[in-house]
């Protein structure tokens, strides 16, 4: 699985983008943020393979997850 993550979401961890990790079963956004340690998920819009997803959908190891901080307007 390939994850990008903004920048602005890695602070704090010593990871960079993008990170591939290989996932032996499909385990849930949540459960992957969680293995890398990420603290703040609730800041996150999270896309699979380019369509937006909640934290308890399931990811694959042939997914492509991005993770950007929540934008909005008004």
């Known amino acids: ?5 903004s920048d602005v979401l890695l602070q704090g ?5 993008p990170i591939q990790v290989a996932l032996p079963a499909p385990i849930t956004i949540r459960e992957v943020m969680i293995e890398l340690g ?3 998920m ?3 819009t999270y896309f699979v393979n380019g ?3 909640k934290l308890e959908d399931l990811v694959e190891d042939q997914d492509t ?3 950007l901080p929540i934008f909005g307007g008004g």
């Open 1 to 5: 699985m390939v994850i990008e993550i």
């Open 13 to 17: 961890t010593n990871l960079e983008s």
């Open 38 to 40: 990420i603290q703040h």
């Open 42 to 44: 609730g800041y996150g």
């Open 51 to 53: 369509q937006l997803k």
């Open 65 to 67: 997850l991005m993770v």
